[in-house]
């Protein structure tokens, strides 16, 4: 049984690194993809993780799957396609924040029949985000991947992961960001998606209407104010760390990924018996996860390993 399987998006993340002499915009070839960065935030943190998605045939495509295997991420689900692997042009401001374009290949092209039904219903947690809901065949391998899961009694998380250069309109990505709720279980999110899925910015209130959904266990990221849950009917916040920022981009993935690594260490039944205690100490551990990510550069060449974070 693995604890984590990710499907979804798999790219190159070509991420701004500065300007050359003659004020031309230098870029570098990091590898992405929300759900393969939470994989591997996961596995990097302890836990046994697969992903399943697909690239191309192509030197970006083998140099994804070589990082994945790198971190001992299980790549039997990753598939090769006639087109070109997915790309993200990623340019950062001053402050370390992203703003996305995107170049769409491979990662579309995901299909129901090659999602490994078996080895989605062998994990703890399946999880994936939006991204792969946006265009293409991938929207529905991705449902179906979160259907045979919730089916089978696997936890479902879901990362919203709302990024408005891949919808037609917000209120298309509204529509079909809404569409898996009914599986969730584990919903991570921003505050800046929290009113899309609900229609209220406020916290409490919004994490509220998540829970009717039947979603357990809802987690909003805060940026350097930490992290938000609500559980059980419990709300509270986890203060984050204060960090000198480099780049945001994959910060919430570690996040995520350490959520799931340290929920995956509970056994079969991870939400079962969990108290808000548990939860205090797992969320600051991915506080502190997420803001070493975001002093360094790049989503996964930046996220930490075990032993650069002092275990509670």
């Known amino acids: 049984m693995k604890d984590i399987t990710a499907v979804g998006e798999i790219l190159i993340d070509m991420t701004q690194t500065g300007l050359s002499e003659a004020g031309v915009p230098l ?12 994989a591997v935030a996961a596995s990097r943190l302890g836990a046994s993780t697969a992903f399943i998605g697909k690239t191309g045939r192509d030197p970006f495509g083998a140099y994804l799957r070589r990082v994945l295997e790198d971190d001992f ?10 087109q070109p692997t997915t790309m993200a042009i990623v340019s950062v401001d001053s402050t370390g924040e992203r703003s996305f374009s995107f170049v769409r290949g491979a990662d579309c092209e995901l299909s129901p029949d090659e999602i490994n039904e078996s080895a989605v219903c062998r994990s703890k947690f399946l999880h994936f985000g939006s991204v792969s809901l946006t265009r293409g065949i991938a929207r529905s391998g991705t449902i179906f991947a979160a ?24 209120a298309e990505a509204a529509e079909w960001m809404r569409v898996p709720l009914p599986l969730v279980d584990v919903i991570k999110l921003s505050e800046e998606e929290l009113p899309l899925l609900t229609g209220s910015s406020d916290l409490e209130e919004g994490s509220r209407l998540l829970a009717e959904q039947g979603i357990s266990l809802v987690l909003v990221t805060l940026g350097g104010a930490g992290s938000f849950c609500r559980w059980q009917g419990e709300c509270f916040t986890v203060p984050g760390v204060s960090v000198k920022v480099t780049d945001t981009n994959g910060a919430g993935d570690t996040f995520l990924g350490a959520v799931l690594s340290r929920l995956s260490r509970r056994g079969e039944r991870p939400l079962e018996g969990l108290t808000g205690a548990e939860l205090r100490d ?24 075990l032993d650069e974070l002092s275990d509670k």
Request: aromatic content about 8%; some cysteine; proline content about 9%.
């Open 27 to 38: 870029f570098a070839a990091n590898p992405g993809g929300a759900p393969a960065n939470v």
């Open 73 to 82: 991420v299980d790549c039997s689900g990753m598939h090769t396609g006639d």
């Open 147 to 170: 259907r045979a899961a919730h089916l089978a009694g696997v936890l479902v998380s879901y990362d919203p992961n709302y990024r408005p250069a891949l919808w037609r309109s917000e």
């Open 282 to 305: 797992i969320l600051d551990f991915a506080n502190r996860a997420a803001a070493l990510t975001c002093a360094r550069s790049g989503a996964i060449p930046a996220m930490p390993l």
